[in-house]
């Protein structure tokens, strides 16, 4: 496994791209099962383990490779089932929409607990 960057600047770029919920902080913590709304400071080191891991080895290089393109997303991932009524493609539970900050996000409730 990658050695982890220092935790507190990686737990304040976590809560920063939380705000922004970009494809690619969306992404990494639906892979990782971290809640759009967990602050870096609540997870235990194994979550925050596992999310540096999703987003250095999957989901970065992913979205570099299809230059950040939703429509080009595996179907794996939540990007491209971010509609109403789309499916968890983890679970096919249905995906809920919230808001984060004053943007619209999208979680699984089965596979992103709170």
Same mark, same amino acid.
């Given at each position: 496994?990658?050695?982890?960057?220092?935790?507190?600047?990686?737990?304040?770029?976590?809560?920063?791209?939380?705000?922004?919920?970009?494809?690619?902080?969306?992404?990494?913590?639906?892979?990782?099962?971290?809640?759009?709304?967990?602050?870096?400071? #609540?997870?235990?080191?194994? #979550?925050?383990?596992?999310?540096?891991?999703?987003?250095?080895?999957?989901?970065?290089?992913? &979205?570099?490779?299809?230059?950040?393109?939703? &429509?080009?997303?595996?179907?794996?991932?939540?990007?491209?089932?971010?509609?109403?009524?789309?499916?968890?493609?983890?679970?096919?539970?249905?995906?809920?929409?919230?808001?984060? #900050?004053?943007?619209?996000?999208?979680?699984?409730?089965?596979?992103?607990?709170?």
């Amino acid at each position: 496994m990658p050695e982890l960057p220092d935790v507190e600047i990686f737990k304040q770029y976590l809560d920063a791209t939380a705000l922004h919920q970009t494809i690619d902080a969306v992404d990494i913590r639906f892979q990782s099962g971290v809640h759009p709304q967990a602050k870096a400071n #609540s997870l235990k080191e194994k #979550s925050f383990k596992e999310l540096f891991r999703e987003m250095r080895e999957k989901v970065l290089p992913t &979205a570099i490779e299809r230059r950040a393109d939703p &429509a080009q997303f595996p179907d794996d991932y939540i990007i491209p089932q971010r509609q109403k009524g789309g499916h968890c493609p983890k679970c096919d539970g249905e995906l809920q929409q919230i808001k984060v #900050s004053g943007r619209t996000t999208y979680l699984c409730p089965r596979c992103q607990k709170k």
